[in-house]
């Protein structure tokens, strides 16, 4: 047989044509396994982290559920406290319905006794929330007296004061059902899923998808052949849970590999624990492993020249990759902006073409149709802002237009009916790769009765209860305020006053009646004075009052006079002979700061009480008395009724 005259390939020109691909054969061999074990374990990692983050959105929405209820029970208790059980019990209720499904409200007396309740039950004295509400605790709870579903009953308690004291206990009860259905793991499309236990592993609550699969039991139960996660500190997965400490595990249930994490809730004892099957959670290494496979494959049939390319092409594909993982970390961050502030207006703002876009829900606030306006044009959007806080809107925008990552601001704005209220500005600023502002993304969100509840408490801070005048140290820190400030330089009068014969009032009438009368003459002087001057009940029978912008001691004293007239028509109402006494002190000749007025004022009043009681006089014509004044000896005879309170 003839030889075809092509000379055999020696083993020099093998390794030159083929040396590359059986090169990169073995290296790629060497290297897909190496890298399958990495991306398992990086996998294995990502999975971990995915269940840990959906079980801190758990964890959270939990806090914010409960955290609401805890704060409206207490507000309920504390602003409402004096209208009586039925009206907490109801306002609660009002104030509940559009959150909570499934609730059972009710006020339980000192003793325990359930008065109005939605429960059947008729005591609760022997739980331990209504003892810490008796003591003064706003609590949540596990119910003891709930049903044998598998799903425990939550409480959620306040003290209610009222001016004698606690008058009992205001509470909600959530159903079980409500609660499991809170739980709504979004991890892996839906495929993970939680449940919540205590310390111990006692399934308290389970997702609906689950049923009563897990209510009722342990984890323990079903979770077989624990392993802690490798970079997680061995504490045993019952010590985890003990300590309230985050550990990602793995374990067989019916002969399947589950991945899980246990977080903390944040109060209780309660854990949440969200797990994953093995199937769905390691289907992409699975994935990852059959396609470096195909690629080891190609490799081997199409040679070095094959390789190359393939090379060329895989750089081609990370850059498209990474362009791709730049464009969904834009996304991601869009859309966890956009989570946040999802519950009120939104708006966006293209920083190219300047375009400002609102939300549906602008129309539902405002009443009317978003204006027409953007970046480089903001008169429409200034319009929405009373006059004073127009500047402030666009100073903060022209600080994010500036390179700021964000802003915010409390500003007033007006409805298309000329309602004023008060909202809550953010914006935040969204950059590219290269760190340039593309984006802003803000909410508008309505805080008008976080505002108004704010200034009910500093008023009700700054007054004196029975009479509803100002208290000693707000009547302070006012005087003293305007006295370094506005009232310098200018005549003021400060009067003090101070009841005569007030005891008898107390001993024939009753301190009921001594009430009515402090409470009448505080009504007295808020109708005989200007708004603008300060009026106090300093204490028992005693009231402060600074008259601003007085230019003469006449007008002082005709004052004066005219609250002797308003306590003697009130003794003539009541049947006993009740007058009052008055020291003047003016600025700032008698005084330049208000410990100095207070001083010559009271030494004015205590003088009048001293001479004779039942008139006025100005500390400026004082004779020294002829003798040292007893002031308790005065302050014994006239027992104020502040003790009634």
Not at 267 to 287: G, K, Y
Not at 322 to 331: A, G, H, V
Request: proline share 2%; net charge negative.
């Amino acid at each position: 047989m003839k030889s075809d005259g092509s000379p055999r390939p020696t083993f020099q020109e093998l390794i030159k044509y083929f040396g590359f691909s059986i090169v990169s054969v073995i290296v790629l061999s060497v290297a897909f396994l190496f890298i399958s074990r990495s991306i398992y374990k990086e996998i294995q990692k990502a999975t971990y982290q995915a269940l840990e983050d959906s079980a801190h959105q758990q964890s959270v929405a939990f806090q914010k559920y409960f955290g609401l209820l805890k704060a409206h029970t207490k507000l309920i208790a504390e602003y409402d406290a004096e209208t009586g059980p039925k009206a907490l019990v109801e306002s609660l209720r009002t104030e509940l319905k559009d959150n909570v499904l499934s609730m059972e409200i009710g006020f339980a007396n000192p003793d325990g006794l359930l008065l109005y309740s939605d429960q059947k039950i008729s005591s609760v004295a022997k739980e331990s929330w209504f003892q810490d509400g008796l003591a003064g605790t706003t609590c949540i709870s596990m119910m003891s007296q709930n049903r044998n579903d598998g799903q425990e009953d939550i409480v959620v308690s306040s003290p209610v004061h009222t001016v004698s004291g606690i008058s009992g206990v205001l509470f909600v009860t959530v159903d079980g059902f409500e609660i499991a259905g809170l739980i709504n793991t979004l991890a892996y499309d839906g495929k993970a899923m939680s449940v919540v236990c205590d310390a111990k592993g006692k399934v308290l609550f389970s997702e609906p998808r689950l049923g009563t699969m897990y209510s009722g039991g342990n984890i323990f139960d079903y979770a077989k052949h624990i392993s802690i996660q490798e970079d997680v500190d061995a504490l045993g997965l019952a010590a985890a849970l003990k300590k309230g400490i985050t550990a990602g595990i793995s374990y067989q249930y019916n002969g399947v590999k589950h991945y899980a994490v246990a977080a903390p809730v944040g109060f209780l004892d309660w854990r949440v624990i969200t797990f994953i099957s093995s199937e769905t959670a390691d289907n992409i290494q699975r994935h990852v492993s059959m396609y470096l496979l195909g690629m080891l494959f190609l490799v081997l049939m199409v040679g070095g020249s094959v390789s190359v390319q393939a090379f060329l092409h895989e750089r081609m594909a990370v850059g498209k990759l990474e362009k791709d993982k730049e464009l969904l970390r834009q996304s991601a961050r869009r859309y966890l902006l956009i989570t946040q502030l999802s519950n009120e207006v939104l708006f966006t703002a293209d920083l190219e073409t300047g375009v400002i876009s609102f939300n549906d829900s602008y129309e539902a606030m405002f009443g009317c149709a978003p204006p027409n306006c953007s970046i480089d044009h903001l008169d429409q959007c200034t319009q929405m802002f009373v006059d004073e806080d127009q500047q402030p809107f666009l100073s903060m925008m022209n600080r994010l237009r500036a390179g700021d990552s964000a802003a915010r601001e409390e500003l007033r704005m007006v409805n298309v009916r000329g309602v004023v209220r008060w909202k809550r500005i953010e914006i935040y600023t969204v950059f590219d790769q290269n760190g340039q502002a593309v984006q802003l993304i803000g909410k508008i969100a309505d805080i008008h009765r976080q505002k108004q509840s704010l200034q009910r408490l500093a008023r009700q801070a700054d007054s004196e209860p029975l009479t509803g005048l100002l208290n000693r140290a707000a009547m302070e820190r006012n005087i003293t305020g305007f006295l370094l400030g506005e009232g310098q330089n200018r005549k003021h009068a400060l009067l003090m006053m101070d009841f005569d014969n007030f005891k008898a009032v107390n001993d024939t009438l009753g301190h009921a009646k001594g009430d009515d009368l402090l409470i009448s003459f505080a009504a007295g002087i808020k109708r005989l004075f200007r708004s603008g001057d300060y009026a106090s009940r300093i204490g028992g029978d005693e009231y402060m009052i600074f008259i601003k912008d007085t230019y003469e001691d006449g007008i002082a004293l005709e004052k004066a006079e005219v609250l002797r007239t308003e306590m003697a028509s009130l003794s003539r109402k009541i049947g006993v002979p009740v007058s009052i006494s008055v020291g003047i002190a003016i600025y700032n000749r008698d005084g330049k700061s208000f410990e100095q007025l207070y001083k010559a004022a009271d030494e004015a009043l205590y003088q009048v009480k001293n001479n004779g009681k039942n008139s006025v006089s100005l500390y400026s014509v004082l004779v020294p008395p002829p003798m040292v004044f007893d002031r308790d000896t005065v302050d014994s005879e006239e027992e104020d009724g502040d003790e009634l309170e």
